[in-house]
C-alpha cells in the first residue's frame, strides 16, 4: 500500500518509492536524504501534532507535514 | 603557508576539530559581505612538523545553493582555491556525512576524509574498514577523535602529503547508467577551460541556478543535451545515496548494525521528556525561568519567598554583607558576580579619586574622569557579569541540541504567526543580544522570514537593556511606589508579545508570503564542551570589552564634552554654585563653599558662626542654585528636539527644564543601550532619584520613556548587523519601522497609564488596525489563489 508520509502513525516504517513537489525544496528533500529506496519511521509528533520527527539513514529529521506529503512510501498493509 | 579548508555536515564535530587543531590561535572574522562567521587560525604540529592555515568552512548538508553558508563553502573551495579540503565525517552518522563527500570528491583538489567521533563508535562496539573505505573512496581516511584529540596529529601529516600531489575531480555518477550524459557534460566544460570540469557539470546537469548564471554559454549546451524529461537532480541524490549505502557502509565491521527505531538511546530517552507532547513547551518555559532566575533572581528559586529560607548570618559590615545573600533572599550566580564586580568598581573609583586629590587635580578633571570611566566604564563593565552568565547557558542549550528542539516544539505555533519554528531560536538569543541573533537568521529560509525576525529581534530586552532596567528599578520603587522586579519580568515577556503582535502585522501586510518548510535535523543530544564553551565566552568577552572600549568611551566623552561647553566653546561647571540663599537673604559668594561644607557636615554651630541669625534646625530654608546645564551644546539641541516626545509624557511640556535631559538620553541610546542610563547618571551628578523627582515626571511619563528606549533602534552594532543580513534595501524601511514601533508603543503606554480613558479610543484603534490587516491579507490571498488557478 502506498501512503504519504505526513500519513504515517507514530511508529510506521515505510520505504519511500518516490518525492512529489518541485524545486529547491524537493532537491533539500534529495539532500537530507529522502530518496527513492530510503527505509523512513515515524518517531514522534510534536505538540499539536505537527512538525513530525523522522529516523532515516541513522538520523532525526524533522518536517512539517506540509513538506512531508510530497513524499509517497511504500508501507506493510496494516493487521 | 598552505590553507586547509574543514568541510562537513552541521553537528559533525568540526568545530571541536577546529579549536583541537588550532588552540587558542583562532581568529574571528566575517566572510566578505556578509556576517557568516569566518574562523580562521594555524595549525603547528609538534611530532610531525606540519604547519598550516585551517579555515572554517560553516557547517553544510550539500553544496547545492540551499542556504548562505552552501553558497559560501562552494564558493572557497572553488575560487579561493585552498590546497587541500578536509572532510570531516562523523562516523556514528556515515550514510548522510558521506553524500556531502560525494559532491567535494568532484572538484579538483586533494581530500583527506577525517573519521570522527570514533570513540564514539567504539563504544558501540563497532570499527570502521578504514583500507576498505579508502579504496571505495580513492582519498586518504584517518580515524580520529576531536573531542579526545586523538588522531590529530596523523590525519594533518596525510593531509600535507595528499596536498602535495593535484588530485582529478570524480564523481560517483560516472559508474552508473548516466556516465556517458556526465562525460559528455565535463567534456563541454573542460573545452572551455573550466577548473573543475565534473563537478560544474554534474551540477549543470542538476539545472542548479548558480552554476546556470555563472556559466550561461555552457548551460544552454548542457541543457540541450539533457533528455526532456529527465530529473537529473533527483537521479543524481538517488545515485550518490545508493552509491554509499553499497559501497560504503558495509565497511563497519562487529556487531550487526541495528535500525535506529529499535534500540533507546540515551539521547532518544532525553528526548522523549523534552520534546513529549504535553509535557515539552512546560518544560521549556520552566528551563527560561530557572536560566533567568540564576542570571538575575535575588531570590534564588524563590526559596525565601516559598520557602522562608534565611540565614542568620550576615557579615555585617565586612566586604561580604549582601554579596551572597540578603534578607530578600539567596542570590543567584549573576547577582553574585556582579555584587563582586560593585564591590571592586567601587574601591577602584574610590582608589583613583584619592588619587586624584593627592595630586591636586584640577576639578574640571576630577569631573571629566568621574563620568567617563566610573559612570561610563565601570557602569558598562558591571552587566558583564549578568550577561556572560546568561550567555554561557544559552551556549548550553544551545550547543547540546536543545535549541533544535525547542525550533521542533514551537514549530506549529510559529506557524501561524507566518514565520518556521527556527526563528524562535535567533529571537531567543535576542534576549542576550542582538547581534548575534541577527547573525543566526541566516538559518532562516526566505527574505521575507529573515526580515521579520530582525525587526522582531529589536523588541527583545537583550543584555545592554538591562543596564537600564537596573538603573531605574530604584526609581521605579523609590519615586513612584511600583513593583520594579514585575517590570523587569513584564518587559521579558512583554518583549516577546510585542514580538508576535509586530510580526502579524508584518506577515498580513508587508511581508506575505507562503509559510516557509521547515527541514532540519535534530542532532543526538551531547554534553557541551567546556573548552569549547570558554572559547565562546572569550569570544563574547573580548567583544564586549571592545565596545567598551569604543563606543561607551567615546559617547561618554562626547557627551560629558558637550555638556560642559557653551556653542562657543567656553567651559562651564554644571554643579558650580551660582546664588545661595538663607530666608531669602543673599549670602556673600565668599561664604558659599564653608556653608556647603557645614550643611553636609550637619555642623551647627559653624553654620551659626557663618550666618547671621540662623536658627539651630532651620538649615533647609538654606537655598542652594547650582549652575545647570543651560547654554551648553547638547543642552540646546535637546531642547530644540524635546518637543517631538511630548505626546510620549517626557517632553518640554512635562518635564520643562529637565526635558533635554530625557531627550539626549534617548536620542544618544541609539549608539548603545548601555549609554541611555549612563547619560542620566552623568547629567544628574549620579542622583538619578532626584533628577527624577526634581524634573517631575508622571508615572506614565517615565514608564513611556523607558519603553521606548527598549523598543526602538537597538544600538549601532544592531544597525551595522541588520544591514549585513537584511535583503537590499530593507535597512532603510526597517529603521522607519523600529522608530514609528516604540514611538506609538511609548504614546500607548503614557497616555494608558496617565490617563486611562484613552484605552476606549487606542484600544479598538488598535483591534481596528489588525483586522483590517487580516482582511487585507485575506483578499489579496483569495485573488492570488484565483490567479493560480
Known sequence: ?79 | MKTFALAGNPNSGKTTLFNALTGATAYVGNWPGVTVEKREGKYKGKHNGVEAKIVDLPGIYSLSPYTPEEIISRNFILDEKPDLVINVVDATNLERNLYLTTQLLEIDVPVVVALNMNDLLQKQGISVDVPALEKTLGVPVVLVSALRTHGIDELLAKADKASNVARKGTSVLSNTAHAELVGKATKIMEENGIASPVFHAVKMLECDELEEKSHPEEAKKIHAILPEDMEFDAISADERYQYISEKCSIHRKGEKIERAKDKLTVSDKIDRVLTNRWAGIPIFLLILLIVFGLTFSEDLLFLHRWFGVQFSINFEGSYFEGLFWTDGGINSPGVILSNLWGGFSGWLADLINQGLANVNTAPWAVGFINSVVVDGVFAVIGFLPQILVLYIFFSILEDSGYMARVAFIFDRIFRRLGLSGRAFIPMLMGYGCGVPAMVNTRTLNTDKEKTQTIRAIAFFPCGAKMTLLAAIAGVLAGNFHQNATLFSYGVYVGGLVIAILAVILMHWTTQREKVPPFIMELPAYHLPQFRALMIHIWDKVKHYLKKVSTIVIVSAIFIWAFTHLTWNWTYIEPEEVINMTYNGVALAPELWADVADAVANENFAALAELIPGYVEGTEGDILITLRGYEGTVLHGISSFVSPIFVPMGFGNVQTGQYAWAYTLSSVTGIVAKEVVPDTLIIVSSGDLAGFVTASGITVGGFYAFVMFNLMTIPCFAAISTAKAELPKGKLKWTLLFWICASYLIGVFVYLSIDFVWTLAISLPILVGIYVAAYFYNRNKTKKEEALAA
Do not use: N, W
Open chain 1, 1 to 79: 500500500m502506498q501512503k504519504e508520509m505526513s500519513a504515517f502513525a507514530i511508529g510506521e516504517t515505510g520505504r519511500i518509492v518516490k518525492v512529489l513537489g518541485e524545486g529547491k525544496v524537493r532537491h533539500r528533500l534529495f539532500d537530507m536524504g529522502l530518496t527513492p529506496g530510503a527505509e523512513v519511521y515515524l518517531r514522534k509528533k510534536a505538540p499539536m501534532g505537527d512538525p513530525l520527527e523522522f529516523t532515516l539513514r541513522g538520523y532525526e529529521l524533522s518536517l512539517r507535514k506540509d513538506e512531508a506529503q510530497f513524499v509517497i512510501c511504500e508501507v506493510e498493509e496494516a493487521k
